[in-house]
């Protein structure tokens, strides 16, 4: 059996009829950039997520870099972000000139919310966190910290949409929640594409100018700006997927649940979205080839870590939980259109590699 890390036509193939819909609607319409099918997920996402406002734009790294300018932060400024994760929330630091702080994670990849205050100076004016995988981890314990030093709260929820924590969604516990709908997301889109949520009418009205070159709705620019319009297109095929995205997180955790089964040492987080399965072994590379040999392909999720970039080093010893995850880090495949028969037998190959309690 040949079994992908991830399949986007088996979606792109359950959903054909429905994207032949709205693809002929788009060409009706004749209308590409910031129309009615923008206008209709930015209600959409804004009423699933439970915020006051949303603003689609480009994609999730524009996303970050406008929440920063908007809220003020550029030279001279810190902002503290995680040792770990994906490359884009130190690109955005340092595009609008401050300087990342870095802060060691926990097992499951989230920072540690326990280091945070002794990186905190009189510079810092944000915490940038990552729900990385889809764990939406201790952003209770952080948002705390933050309203407390009166310091700036950003939520990276690229790999979370869906996600919860006692009953609210990710992206409302910060000043900023910053999504992604790059296609292999929980809910993506046919290219990129990203947005903001945030209950902040000032931060709202600053990124509604910022993204379409900062241009007010009079016409006039009135601030530095950029193009970071989300076309109508992918507003349309994302309109088609939202309704069912809660039901593809529940098929997402009903598979991780078969995997943590097999086992037993994974975190069982029972508030997860599921982006990514990932397992930490020492012997990576044998596993990975054993899988392979079954069929099975896997991915890493990240080999490198973010406190020792090349293009910005920090002079530092690696952070240690950090630099262990970037070494030892193993995806399975997960996804919502993976049958039953796939997901029996990876759980019989998984079974043979004897990794349970590593």
């Given at each position: 059996?040949q079994?992908?890390?991830?399949?986007?036509t088996?979606?792109?193939?359950?959903?054909?009829k429905?994207?032949?819909?709205?693809?002929?609607?788009f060409l009706e319409?004749?209308k590409?950039?910031?129309?009615d099918?923008?206008?209709?997920?930015?209600?959409?996402?804004?009423g699933?997520t439970?915020?006051?406002?949303?603003l689609?734009?480009a994609n999730?790294?524009?996303?970050?870099?406008?929440?920063?300018?908007?809220?003020?932060?550029g030279h001279?400024?810190?902002?503290?972000?995680?040792?770990?994760?994906w490359?884009?929330v130190?690109s955005?630091?340092?595009?609008?000139?401050a300087?990342?702080?870095?802060v060691?994670?926990?097992?499951?990849?989230n920072?540690?919310p326990?280091?945070?205050?002794q990186?905190?100076t009189?510079r810092t004016?944000a915490?940038?966190i990552?729900h990385?995988?889809?764990?939406?981890?201790?952003?209770?314990?952080?948002?705390?910290?933050?309203?407390?030093r009166?310091?700036r709260l950003?939520?990276?929820?690229a790999?979370?949409h869906g996600?919860?924590?006692?009953?609210?969604?990710?992206?409302n516990?910060?000043d900023v929640g910053?999504f992604?709908?790059?296609?292999?997301?929980?809910?993506?889109a046919?290219?990129?594409?990203?947005a903001i949520?945030?209950?902040?009418e000032?931060?709202y009205?600053?990124?509604?100018?910022?993204?379409?070159?900062?241009?007010?709705?009079?016409?006039?620019?009135?601030?530095?700006?950029?193009?970071s319009?989300?076309?109508?297109l992918?507003?349309a095929?994302?309109?088609?997927?939202?309704?069912l995205?809660?039901?593809w997180?529940?098929?997402?955790?009903?598979?991780?649940?078969?995997?943590n089964?097999?086992?037993g040492?994974?975190?069982k987080?029972?508030?997860?979205v599921?982006y990514?399965?990932?397992?930490?072994?020492e012997?990576r590379?044998?596993v990975i080839n054993?899988l392979?040999?079954?069929?099975i392909e896997?991915?890493?999720?990240?080999?490198?870590q973010?406190?020792?970039?090349?293009?910005?080093?920090?002079?530092k010893?690696?952070?240690v939980?950090a630099?262990?995850l970037?070494q030892?880090?193993?995806?399975?495949?997960?996804f919502?259109e993976l049958?039953?028969?796939?997901i029996?037998y990876?759980c019989e190959?998984l079974k043979?590699?004897?990794?349970?309690?590593?």
């Amino acid at each position: 059996m040949q079994i992908p890390f991830f399949d986007l036509t088996r979606q792109n193939q359950i959903l054909e009829k429905d994207f032949e819909d709205v693809f002929k609607k788009f060409l009706e319409r004749g209308k590409a950039i910031l129309a009615d099918e923008v206008l209709t997920f930015e209600k959409n996402f804004a009423g699933y997520t439970s915020s006051k406002y949303c603003l689609s734009c480009a994609n999730a790294t524009d996303a970050l870099e406008m929440a920063l300018s908007a809220m003020k932060i550029g030279h001279g400024d810190e902002v503290i972000v995680p040792a770990f994760g994906w490359v884009s929330v130190v690109s955005a630091v340092l595009s609008v000139g401050a300087k990342p702080v870095f802060v060691d994670v926990m097992h499951d990849g989230n920072m540690d919310p326990q280091l945070i205050e002794q990186k905190i100076t009189q510079r810092t004016k944000a915490v940038l966190i990552i729900h990385l995988y889809g764990h939406p981890r201790e952003v209770r314990e952080i948002r705390t910290l933050c309203k407390g030093r009166n310091i700036r709260l950003i939520e990276d929820c690229a790999q979370a949409h869906g996600a919860r924590v006692g009953g609210t969604h990710v992206g409302n516990f910060g000043d900023v929640g910053v999504f992604s709908f790059y296609p292999t997301k929980n809910l993506g889109a046919m290219g990129d594409a990203g947005a903001i949520v945030t209950n902040d009418e000032e931060i709202y009205l600053q990124i509604l100018k910022m993204r379409d070159y900062g241009r007010n709705d009079k016409g006039a620019f009135i601030l530095p700006g950029r193009n970071s319009r989300m076309d109508e297109l992918q507003a349309a095929i994302l309109n088609v997927k939202l309704p069912l995205l809660d039901d593809w997180i529940a098929r997402r955790r009903s598979i991780a649940s078969q995997f943590n089964n097999v086992l037993g040492s994974y975190i069982k987080e029972d508030e997860s979205v599921w982006y990514k399965y990932v397992l930490t072994t020492e012997h990576r590379s044998a596993v990975i080839n054993q899988l392979k040999k079954a069929g099975i392909e896997t991915g890493i999720y990240y080999p490198f870590q973010l406190d020792q970039l090349p293009f910005y080093q920090t002079g530092k010893s690696p952070m240690v939980i950090a630099q262990k995850l970037s070494q030892t880090t193993l995806s399975l495949p997960l996804f919502p259109e993976l049958t039953n028969e796939e997901i029996s037998y990876i759980c019989e190959e998984l079974k043979k590699l004897e990794l349970r309690n590593l």
